[in-house]
Structures are given as C-alpha cells and as structure tokens.
C-alpha cells in the first residue's frame, strides 16, 4: 500500500555561538529564511522522489530517503533535521493512511 506524507516545518533553530566562533563573517548569518514554523508540504505516494516547489534542496536531500520508506510503509512518523548546524530546521515527517 502507497502512503503521501505530510511534512511539518517544526522548528528553526539558529546556533548564534557556533556562528560567532566559526564563520568569517557572523554578521550576516539569520535564521533559515526558506522555511515558517508550522508551513506544511504534502509528498503524494506516487511521486515520493519529487522535491516541493520552493522546498530547500538541502533539506531535501537529507530526508527523502526516510519520505520514500514512508511511503512506502514505513514509520508512521519520524522527526528529522536538516544538516546545516548553524541554522538547522526541525520537520515532523508523518505517514498519511489513505482514506477508507
């Protein structure tokens, strides 16, 4: 059986130190721009590999992995991260049961 899955934007940290301490110019760094808390993205099951329009191809690439398994049948929710330490943004990853 085929599943979508939803992601939800849950957080977007900002590491200030880490930035401060190693980055040559710290002043310009801000949060993730890309992305609100709480903004949504829905990955239907036939088209698991397919990037959202305006989704971070960075993002992207560290979770589509754990998006196709869900699809799939995979866990039915999973919480994940981006790889970027000084601005990382948190997603809920959640399997959606087709409708009876």
Known sequence: MLHD?????????????LV???TDNPNSWTPC???KEGQT?????QAPWNK???????AWAD?????????????KQFVTCCTDGYRP????LE????ES
């Not at 899955?5 to 200030?16: A, C, G, S, W």
């Open 52 to 58: 959202p329009e305006d989704f971070c191809g960075w």
């Open 41 to 45: 993205f829905t990955i239907p099951a």
């Open 5 to 17: 899955v939803k992601i939800t934007v849950l957080k977007r940290l900002f590491h200030e130190d």
């Open 20 to 22: 401060k301490n190693y």
């Open 33 to 35: 721009q890309l992305f």
């Open 63 to 75: 979770m589509q992995k754990m998006i196709w398994g869900m699809s799939r049948g995979g866990p």
């Open 95 to 98: 399997r959606l049961d087709p």
């Open 89 to 92: 943004v948190v997603f809920l």
